[in-house]
């Protein structure tokens, strides 16, 4: 059994409380938040700790808090020649506090309180500056997912750059699609059957060949009809910007 430790009490930090306590062969031994009541519900009160002088040594400890946090939160941690990871897709692994062994556990995937995810189909990326860590990091990863990859930071950087693009970025554009929704007293509802297909073809076609639309066709009455349509300014913008980066991306192909 592997002994962990968890770091903070935000999305992934909870997801990640609930996936190891429900495993065997996982031993959530503490969690540490400045705030217990957030995590009260879902991990037992006497494994909450909210000070660093009362961190156990463990196997690993898992620091899952913002990014701007990581290194002044590895700093604290009253130990050496510890394993220590982060779950940060863009944060480099030499954040990390030197008097400890590095490491990185990041599940991508987008964390919601309120929503329960499926650990099980979540890649994580593990990286570690020896064999040893890696495993243990592997071991604790396949106990809670069927996708595993060793990433370097270089890598995770450009993974994270990546998902915000076809998360972040996407669900952005929902946003926009309900606005407009909204403004012409239409339910969102509709779209989401189209929603649903995009996202499926997807597992199935590359991104090229799911590509659809007036700027794949290059249907230009079509693009400015839309455009005129178009009345609030940074939904104009950002309609230009997407059909040029299609068609140039047509033309490069």
């Known amino acids: 059994m592997i002994q962990v430790t968890i770091i903070g009490s935000g999305n992934v930090a909870r997801h990640l409380i609930k996936a190891f306590s429900e495993k065997a062969e996982i031993e959530l031994v503490q969690v540490f938040s400045r705030k217990p009541h957030a995590v009260a519900n879902i991990v037992n009160t006497t494994q909450i700790i909210s000070e660093y ?126 606005e407009i929704c909204i403004e012409n007293h239409l339910s969102f509802d509709i779209l989401k059957p189209l929603i649903q297909e995009t996202a499926h073809k997807i597992l199935t076609l590359s991104p090229k060949e799911a590509q659809t639309g007036p700027a794949k066709r290059n249907d230009t009455q079509t693009i400015n009809a839309h455009l005129s349509f178009l009345k609030e300014e940074n939904q104009k913008e950002i309609y230009k910007l997407l059909t040029k980066s299609i068609i140039d991306h047509g033309k490069k192909l």
């Open 53 to 178: 002088n009362q961190l156990q040594p463990v196997d690993l400890i898992i620091i899952a808090v913002s990014d701007d946090a990581i290194a002044t939160v590895s700093n604290q941690i009253p130990f050496q020649n510890q394993l220590v990871v982060h779950t940060s897709g863009s944060v480099n692994i030499d954040t990390l506090n030197a008097r400890n062994r590095k490491g990185v556990f990041y599940p991508l995937q987008t964390f919601s309180k309120s929503k329960t995810v499926d650990f099980k189909i979540i890649p994580i990326c593990l990286e570690a500056q020896n064999e040893s860590d890696y495993k243990t990091l592997e071991t604790v990863a396949e106990s809670i997912s069927n996708v595993i990859y060793p990433v370097n930071s270089e890598q995770r950087k450009a993974l994270h750059v990546a998902a915000v693009f076809v998360s972040n970025f996407v669900n952005h554009l929902y946003q926009m699609g309900n």
